[in-house]
């Protein structure tokens, strides 16, 4: 059980930090990728001039992707009611057990009682 568990705890680890490593790894393909393309450079004559723009803001699901603590912002709250069961309790007579077990035991270990 324990060679199980450490196990589990040694694929937990790995899964982590692989999945930082290839984030990290990740970020070079952009570098790159940016690197590769051609840049556009416009001259501005006006200013009134309304041209396009150029950027690499697009949305990455690996780059986003982050690790953190996870905790429910509001507390799930339950509100017991009290039921009575029996509203009319009914009333039963009992004797008390005033036996008593007057053999040995050999499970006792103290010394007999004088």
């Known amino acids: ?14 899964t982590v930090l692989l999945s930082m490593l290839f984030q990290s790894v990740h970020k070079y393909e952009h ?7 051609i840049q556009c450079v416009h001259e501005k004559n006006s200013t009134a001039e309304i041209t396009h723009q150029h950027h690499n803001f697009d ?6 992707y982050k690790l953190g603590s996870f905790t429910f912002l ?8 009290s039921l ?16 008593f077990f007057k053999g ?3 499970a006792l270990r103290a010394p007999p009682a004088v």
Request: charged share 20%; aromatic share 14%.
């Open 84 to 99: 009575e069961l029996y509203p009319n309790n009914a009333d039963f007579d009992s004797k008390e057990i005033t036996q």
């Open 59 to 64: 949305f990455c699901g690996i780059c986003a």
């Open 31 to 37: 570098i790159a990728k940016q690197l590769s393309e």
């Open 104 to 106: 040995s035991l050999f």
């Open 1 to 14: 059980m324990k060679k199980k568990f450490s196990i589990f705890s040694l694929v937990l680890t790995l």
């Open 74 to 81: 509001v507390f799930p709250t339950f509100e017991l009611k």
